[in-house]
């Protein structure tokens, strides 16, 4: 996809937070959002992401690693819903163990994509979770 087909979402202005402990994971996913004019932020682990949210921000979406330290992607993910935080969140992993996946997805996940991500992978999770459905 060039990135003349590439749409813009900037006038939609959604927001991402990206939660991933590892930076060179950090760097692609902020990139690949920033390509769709999507804002995004990040954090290293899923207790700051609640932090993040019960210091009053909200996102329209979360791209949720799964092995982190300190609280893991399962764990922040149940966290933030016992919240009642509604935001789309995308369990994005290396690890495909199908017992693993249920957990990280019965724990609250709206989709899930197995790293590397990619822009196919992205747009993926943006139709599924109707942030962007135009083709």
């Known amino acids: 996809m060039t990135r003349e087909e590439l749409p813009n979402l900037a006038?939609?202005?959604l927001t991402?937070?990206?939660v991933d402990d590892n930076f060179v994971n950090q760097s692609i996913?902020?990139?690949l959002l920033?390509?769709?004019g999507i804002q995004n932020d990040v954090v290293c682990?899923?207790?700051e992401?609640?932090?993040a949210h019960c210091s009053g921000r909200n996102y329209?979406?979360?791209l949720m690693d799964m092995d982190m330290p300190i609280m893991n992607g399962t764990q922040a993910t149940k966290r933030l819903r016992e919240m009642g935080i509604e935001s789309k969140i995308a369990g994005v992993t290396t690890?495909?163990?199908e017992g693993e996946k249920k957990e990280f997805m019965e724990a609250g996940l709206n989709d899930f994509q197995e790293k590397p991500l990619t822009i196919s992978k992205l747009l993926s999770i943006l139709h599924k979770l109707d942030f962007y459905v135009q083709t």
Do not use: M, P
């Open 45 to 47: 682990n899923g207790k």
């Open 34 to 36: 920033s390509r769709l």
């Open 16 to 18: 991402a937070l990206v």
């Open 95 to 97: 690890r495909a163990n």
């Open 60 to 62: 329209d979406l979360i």
């Open 49 to 51: 992401a609640v932090d």
């Open 11 to 13: 006038e939609s202005k």
């Open 29 to 31: 996913h902020q990139k």
